[in-house]
């Protein structure tokens, strides 16, 4: 932590210089404002010790000088006698504290101390912010996937009520998470309901919360995720699971802000922003009568689609890799890679349970194989059988018959042979079929390795 004196008085400079420097504290002084202002725009400074009374202006002024252009500084005024007032007065325009003269070095030390701690928890905070950021980060470099953190950075600021849906795994919480990262409610709690997990007997009381004895076991009051949510960030997940009843109460909530507990009388309000998910396709939902109209029109303001992976395929290569550090780290192993006939397969294959099976099998592999390099040994059995996807062949409709089973027979054979890095005993395994014979079909169709790359 770095200390600036401004004092006009060497005397004073020269003794909170010295304390601090006796604790290790670095310490600099100026004899006049103009220096010390100038000090600071060179070098950052924690720590102001400012004289309210100096030759060149008037510290009241300068602590608003300082404040204006680096609101970060702590400053702590000097007062000399009969100025004590105007001292009192600069808590107002920020000061973190006073000393009066003759000082006394112990409070020096104390206050300088206390702003250490302070500075400190600044700092973690932060960190801590910035570390959640990043956890819910949306990992990946697809077109899809810009248009989609593009939007979330647009709509974040705002209050407006957004509804995510997707299929299963896809992220749609990790998004919901993020979007009040992005905005002014980032500090405050993020209180979440799953409406498919809680029994549908007890999501009233969940959501609205219960005065004692409203029930059997109501043995004390609670409050419900809603009041809780005052202020702050309200996660509906899995809404379209919500029993038609429920939906009925929830509009009413949504509708006017207000809710009294389960079994109470008192009018409740909160303000909070709605943010809900669903794997479910509510408008058919509305059709088969599963899902009210009215409901979803209220939280649908802001309709966000996360897309299924296999629909943004030039995600996979960069969530792998942040899979593969993260489980990595986790498990206190050196980095794992994966083989580039493995990132085929993973490219390849359709993902029918999206992020959340890619990282899972992710971690799996890293957590069971001895290999730093995963490879398709390494994967699991259905990522060898599901994985070979093919490019449309283009043939004209009068080619022969055997033309076209040809042209497909070589086309899988090089998936196969790509997918495993032209290891021919592992494609071969793939493709169930002799390495024998597949060493035939290689050079009947002039497949070279040398060629591919
Ligand atoms: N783009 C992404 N970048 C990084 N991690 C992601 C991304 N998308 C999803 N994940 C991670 O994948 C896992 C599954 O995501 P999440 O739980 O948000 O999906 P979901 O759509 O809510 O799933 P479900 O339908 O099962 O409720 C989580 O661990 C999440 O952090
Ligand atoms: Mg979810």
Redesign the pocket.
């Known amino acids: 932590m770095k200390v600036l004196v401004i004092d006009d008085e060497r005397n004073i400079c020269l003794a909170i210089k010295g304390i601090l420097e006796d604790e290790n504290y670095c310490c600099e002084y100026r004899l006049n404002f103009t220096d010390g202002f100038k000090a600071l725009k060179e070098e950052p400074f924690d720590v102001v010790f400012l004289d309210i009374w100096l030759p060149d202006r008037d510290g009241t002024e300068g602590l608003r000088d300082i404040k204006r252009y680096m609101p970060e500084v702590e400053v702590v005024m000097i007062s000399g006698h009969g100025n004590i007032e105007n001292t009192v007065d600069s808590i107002r325009w920020g000061a973190y504290d006073f000393l009066e003269k003759p000082l006394s070095l112990e409070r020096i030390l104390v206050i300088v101390k206390h702003l250490q701690d302070k500075i400190r928890l600044i700092h973690d905070l932060r960190e801590s912010k910035f570390n959640l950021l990043k956890k ?5 470099n697809s077109p899809q ?1 810009l248009t989609l953190r593009k939007k979330i950075e647009k709509i974040a600021p705002s209050v407006a009520w957004v509804l995510v849906s ?11 998470r993020l979007i009040p990262m992005l905005s002014k409610r980032a500090d405050k709690p993020f209180v979440e309901i799953n409406c498919s997990a809680v029994p549908s007997e007890l999501i009233e009381s969940e959501l609205f919360g219960h005065e004692k004895g409203a029930f059997t076991g109501a043995v004390a009051r609670k409050l419900g995720k809603v009041e809780i949510a005052n202020g702050a960030t309200l996660f509906l ?2 809404i379209g699971d919500m029993e038609s009843q429920m939906q009925a109460k929830l509009l009413r909530v949504l509708e006017t802000g207000t809710f009294t507990r389960v079994g109470g009388t008192d009018m409740i309000s909160s303000d909070f922003r709605l943010i809900s ?1 669903t ?1 479910k396709n509510l408008e058919n939902e509305i059709v088969v009568k599963n899902f009210r109209e009215d409901l979803y029109y209220r939280i649908n303001v802001i309709p966000i689609e ?1 897309p299924p992976l296999r629909q943004r395929r030039d ?1 996979i290569p960069y ?1 792998v890799n ?2 593969l550090s993260e489980a990595s780290s986790l498990n206190g192993l050196n980095l794992r890679q994966i083989s580039p006939g493995l990132m085929e397969l993973f490219v390849q294959f359709d993902w029918p349970g ?3 099976q ?2 899972n099998v992710v971690e799996r592999m890293v957590v069971l194989s001895d290999n730093e390099i995963l490879d398709i040994n390494d994967a699991p059995d259905y990522l060898m059988k599901g994985g070979l996807q093919m490019e449309e062949i283009t043939l004209s409709v009068d080619s022969p018959l055997k033309d076209a089973r040809d042209e497909f027979e070589k086309q899988y054979i090089i998936k196969a042979l790509r997918a495993t890095n032209w290891n021919i005993t592992k494609a071969s395994q793939l493709l169930d079929i002799e390495r024998t014979y597949l060493h035939r079909k290689i050079k009947a169709y002039g497949l070279d390795r040398a060629r591919d790359e």
């Open positions: 819910y980060d949306l990992i990946g996937l997707g299929e299963n795994g896809t992220g749609k919480e990790h998004v919901a997940d899995e998910a794997n996360v995600d969530l942040h899979f999206n992020v959340r890619l990282k």
